[in-house]
């Protein structure tokens, strides 16, 4: 179970600020992450490309591997001046 974690127009979309996931064994990446995230919420489908994700408050790339993480934050690009 991860602690997944929706920030700016992702948790307006969504409306929810966190919610609790289980993982399946089979999701081993934040890529497979995305994938399995965009299945349980459709309405995140087509809006993943440009959000970073952050494992315990590092950002991380597409293969960096979930082992052992317990929070996933979704961070999309935010405008402003």
């Known amino acids: 179970m991860v602690q997944v974690l929706y920030f700016a127009a992702l948790r307006d979309l969504l409306g929810l600020n966190e919610e609790q996931l289980e993982i399946p064994d089979d999701v081993r990446t934040v890529r497979d992450f995305v994938q399995h995230l965009q299945r349980v919420r459709p ?7 440009s959000v970073r994700i952050a494992l315990d408050e590092a950002f991380a790339g597409d293969s960096e591997v979930l082992a052992g993480v317990q929070t996933i934050a979704l961070i999309p690009p935010v405008a402003g001046g």
């Open 43 to 49: 309405a995140l489908n087509g809006k993943m490309a």
